[in-house]
């Protein structure tokens, strides 16, 4: 298989074919991440990009959908992204979808133009990693923009006609400032407003920068039953209108699924009924993975 290892998408792109034309996170600084750390990124060259979408062609010439990996194609200059889209169009004939990373610098550095023309070429949708809506935890984490940024790249994408997905990880202020955590990111993804929100797990890897502070004392995990406290915080602050909301990533102790705010009395009501019973309802650590 012509892919550079590893290779990651989003749950919801189990179906698609994925085209590699960039490797690794231009940002690639995430304390709590682990999944470009072995690579350096680059954007393919325009020979590679074009040997790449001709094997796929023949491996998967029905694909409906595409998504562009790896961690942030939207890094890659306009110009080029589009004709490379256009293309991907050509070639597939019955394509209906493409979608992409996209970090908050790459579309805060796009003009508005830009952004609607990449939409216009038929980039359909943009995942968007929140992580957090809180200053300070962005800032931990060297997430690398502000809480004010992170909500000027959301709503910008928005406005561009791209369809968001946005996740946010539970438990990434830790002991110190969950409760901060789960308040300011409730804040930021109503300001974003989303169509699509998944809620992670914290799940620390030996390899990231966030695994030595853990083993140094300086950063406090929650405890499962904290994690599901911090969630239904979440859930309590998020004012959306038909957000699909998922919090069934491998990664979760309870799998929930809903829409905002229409299911928010039916969500909260599970992590009652959870904080209740206790844990015998969690998926048991051993399940979790990444
Ligand atoms: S979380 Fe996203 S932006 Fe941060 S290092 Fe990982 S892939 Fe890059």
């Not at 290779?7 to 792109?13: A, D, H, I, Q, V």
């Not at 905002?260 to 969690?282: C, H, P, R, T, Y």
Request: include cysteine; aromatic fraction near 6%.
């Amino acid at each position: 298989m012509p892919y550079d290892m590893p290779l990651y998408r989003p749950p919801s792109e189990a179906e698609s074919l994925i085209l590699q034309i960039t490797q690794g996170c231009s940002h690639n600084k995430c304390t709590f991440c682990s999944m470009y750390k072995t690579k350096k990124f680059r954007i393919l060259s325009e020979q590679e990009i074009e040997k790449h979408i001709s094997w796929a062609k023949d491996y998967y010439p029905m694909a409906r959908r595409i998504f562009l990996a790896d961690g942030n194609a939207l890094a890659i200059d306009s110009k080029l992204l589009k004709a490379i889209v256009k293309k991907i169009y050509n070639d597939f004939p019955n394509l209906e979808r493409v979608t992409a990373y996209a970090g908050p610098r790459d579309i805060l550095e796009k003009s508005e133009t830009e952004l609607k023309e990449l939409r216009a070429s038929g980039i359909t949708m943009l995942y968007l990693g929140v992580e957090s809506g809180s200053e300070e935890v962005l800032k931990l984490i060297n997430k690398g923009v502000t809480a004010q940024e992170m909500i000027e790249a959301g709503q910008k994408a928005r406005k561009a006609g791209f369809a968001l997905s946005s996740t946010i990880i539970l438990g990434l202020g830790g002991r110190v400032l969950r409760h901060e955590h789960a308040q300011e990111t409730a804040r930021v993804i109503n300001e974003i407003g989303p169509e699509y929100l998944g809620a992670l797990t914290l799940m620390v890897e030996d390899i990231t920068p966030l695994a030595s502070q853990v083993r140094r004392g300086e950063f406090l995990l929650l405890e499962p039953m904290e994690i599901i406290d911090e969630l239904s915080g979440l859930i309590h602050n998020l004012d959306l209108r038909n957000c699909v909301f998922r919090s069934n990533h491998a990664s979760n102790y309870l799998a929930l699924k809903g829409t905002l705010n229409q299911d928010k009395e039916m969500l909260l009501s599970i992590l009652n009924d959870a904080k209740k019973v206790g844990d015998k309802v969690f998926r048991p650590e051993g399940w979790r993975g990444l």
